[in-house]
């Protein structure tokens, strides 16, 4: 059973994390950290005062004291500096990844046995870096990245054809960047294949708008980023482990031979359950996409030995 759940970073993404958690999950305890004092404890409070409107009993903690997760059954990565209009992955990387890292040390001391979750970018390769601080099996090291990028894509296509949404599955696999890869063929509306719903011009359009729908919104909030979408894509992760549902969620996870790659990370669709990851699903790729992810095999190692 899960108890504990601990989001450290309490921004605009980890803050609507929180509310929505409180909505979805019956807890006894919800702790919130970050760095800035006093930030993580207003939210706290606010959180608090909608017990009435959503019946909840959980225990909110809100902390800059890091040590507040132990025991956590579950640890929730959001902090880090958001990537902003004219920044390049790269510069991402060097600041977050020193974050991400020190919030590493203190997870492997005060919660050893949880699955955390990441959503700080540059995301695959912050779950890869992390991985390797923790020394956790990787399926307890989880990036929250293809679900909001297949849940983007199901957005675009929806806004083509206007069928029903809710009944729209779609698959995006890949790194969650510019060079993610949706796949159409994969993707189904009432288990009917998306692809008769538009046409190839249309799928030419989705596929290339979604690849930029994350620098789309950034170019428009300026000094922010999104956290709608993104808080909403890590509850119902989250959420699929704490209920220990075995959803199939595209998630990003160090590879180990799957799709022909090693000691890379990229998202591909996995089974989730209470203790993370419990299988990782291979589906056949065509030769156009299997060149891709060794293309992004190579690009992936440069940064990690830079």
């Known amino acids: 059973m899960i108890n504990k759940i601990s989001i450290i970073g309490a921004g605009s993404v980890g803050s609507a994390l929180a509310f929505h958690l409180l909505n979805k999950l019956d807890l006894k305890d919800l702790v919130l950290v970050d760095v ?30 890091i040590s507040d997760i132990a ?20 510069d991402l990387l060097k600041i977050n990844r020193t974050i991400v890292e020190g919030i590493a ?3 492997k001391k ?20 992390v991985q390797k601080r923790l020394g956790f099996d990787r399926t307890r090291v989880i990036g929250m990245g293809a679900g909001l990028d297949s849940a983007r894509l199901t957005n675009l296509i929806y806004q083509k054809t206007t069928v029903d949404p809710a009944s729209i599955h779609s698959l995006v696999i890949g790194p969650h960047s510019k060079d993610m890869l949706p ?11 998306i692809t008769d719903f538009l046409t190839p011009s249309e799928q030419e359009e989705v596929s290339s708008r979604v690849t930029l729908r994350g620098k789309e919104i950034v170019d428009q909030l300026k000094s922010r980023s999104a956290y ?22 595209p998630v990003s996870v160090c590879l180990d031979g799957e799709y022909g790659v090693s000691d890379i990370a990229m ?19 065509d030769a156009r996409i299997k060149k891709t992810v060794d293309d992004y095999n190579l690009s992936f190692r440069q940064c990690t030995i830079s």
């Open 36 to 65: 800035l004092p006093g930030l993580a404890c207003g939210i706290a409070y606010d959180l608090e005062d909608t017990r009435q409107f959503i019946g909840f009993r959980t225990q909110i903690t809100g902390s800059h004291r």
């Open 71 to 90: 025991g956590s059954d579950i640890v929730v990565i959001t902090a880090g500096k958001p990537r902003q209009e004219g920044m390049t992955r790269s």
């Open 105 to 107: 040390v203190e997870i």
């Open 110 to 129: 005060n919660a050893p046995e949880s699955v955390v979750v990441i959503v700080t970018n540059p995301l695959d390769l912050l779950v890869y870096f």
């Open 183 to 193: 796949l159409l063929e994969y993707s189904k509306y009432n288990n009917l294949p």
């Open 228 to 249: 709608f979408a993104p808080s909403l894509a890590c509850a119902d992760l989250v959420a699929s482990i704490a209920l220990d549902t075995h959803s199939l969620i």
């Open 267 to 285: 998202g591909v669709p996995c089974i989730i359950s209470k203790d993370g990851i419990e299988k990782i699903i291979e589906i056949p790729l």
